[in-house]
């Protein structure tokens, strides 16, 4: 069974991020045939200075890498280096509807944001459509805003097979963990780099901290009991917490004596905690770039025996002889 997923690497990464896509990427590796890449050509529809984009693919190859990719385990690899997508994207444009891509949600909300739309960004579920088909997948791990790409994805490969009378694509399946499916941000809105509402996943601690103290709460007093119901901080507690430490964390809302600003704490210690053996190896990869660039090179090899061999059979069907 092919597992894949992208992620594109257009920022510092926040709790959302890894709590709802990278995290599931990384347990997929021992449940199958992991093919995880960095979605470089996604990132140009907003990351366009070369410096910064340069910057981002590397961090986010590093911050893959430190929670625990293993290029022996999984192929791991940068989209841009294995160019066969593009030349599906382009295969599959021509049998994508307009209608198909003017409903994309995605696109949809980042044009009521004031993003200019440009054909990259219209276009951009045709090239997510070609990463995962390009790849025979048949699982997509993704968080709950991706849900729609991958429709889109089996509606084109659907019309492609319809009109070749082939069954050359597979059809993908999303996969959302109901239980982490959107991670609250500080303000009790979905966290977003776009809504400066995250918290940091390799953050500095004064950051993290700064952070953690910003999450919006009521304005109960120290003496009065707190509802941990619909508490930003419990919420984003129990990413963190087992059961018992959860029970233990209600009854101190119940009880009167404690503010806000102590379940802060508790909530900063668990998250410095849980990134902290990460932290670690995400240092030796950045004192490292070599080998950083060494482990993306292998991958693309890997992937590329796969592109080609699909590529090939395509050019055929299709008549590019
Ligand atoms: P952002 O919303 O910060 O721009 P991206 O769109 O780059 O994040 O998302 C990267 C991945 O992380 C996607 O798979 C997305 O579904 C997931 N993700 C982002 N924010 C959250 C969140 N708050 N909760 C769960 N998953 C999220
Ligand atoms: N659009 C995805 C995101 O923003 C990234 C992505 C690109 C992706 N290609 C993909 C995810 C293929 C899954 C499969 O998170």
Not at 63 to 82: R, Y
Not at 84 to 98: A, D, F, G, K
Request: glycine letters at 6%.
């Amino acid at each position: 069974m092919r597992i894949l997923s992208g992620i594109q690497p257009s920022g510092t990464l926040h709790i959302g991020n890894y709590f709802g896509a990278i995290q599931k990427i990384v347990e997929s590796q021992e449940k199958g045939d992991l093919f995880a890449f960095l979605a470089s050509y996604h990132a140009l529809t907003t990351v366009k200075d070369k410096e910064l984009l340069e910057k981002n693919i590397f961090e986010a190859a590093v911050n893959f890498l430190s929670v625990g990719i293993d290029p022996e385990k999984c192929t791991f690899w940068a989209q841009h280096h294995v160019k066969e997508v593009l030349e599906l994207y382009w295969l599959l444009s021509n049998h994508t509807s307009m209608g198909l891509l003017e409903r994309a949600h995605s696109y949809k909300d980042k044009v009521a944001k004031g993003i200019i739309a440009n054909h990259g960004l219209f276009s951009y579920p045709v090239l997510m459509a070609a990463d995962i088909l390009l790849y025979d997948s048949n699982i997509v791990p993704v968080g709950k805003d991706q849900m729609q790409h991958v429709e889109i994805t089996r509606d084109i490969a659907n019309s492609f097979n319809n009109h070749y009378k082939t069954d050359i694509f597979v059809l993908p399946e999303s996969k959302v963990d109901e239980n982490v499916a959107t991670v609250p941000g500080t303000d009790g809105a979905k966290m977003s780099k776009s809504y400066g509402n995250t918290i940091d996943m390799f953050g500095t601690k004064k950051r993290i901290k700064k952070q953690v103290m910003g999450i919006v709460t009521d304005s109960k007093e120290l003496n009065e009991p707190k509802e941990w119901e619909n508490c930003n901080i419990y919420k984003l507690c129990e990413l963190f917490m087992n059961e018992e430490e959860l029970k233990e964390l209600q009854e101190r809302y119940a009880t009167p004596g404690e503010g806000y600003g102590h379940f802060k704490l508790t909530l900063l210690d668990k998250i410095n905690e849980y990134f902290a053996p990460y932290q670690e190896k995400r240092e030796h990869f950045i004192a490292n770039p070599k080998e950083v660039h060494e482990i993306l090179a292998y991958g693309a090899s890997k992937a590329s025996k796969v592109a080609s061999e699909k590529m090939r059979v395509l050019r055929d069907l299709v008549g590019l002889i």
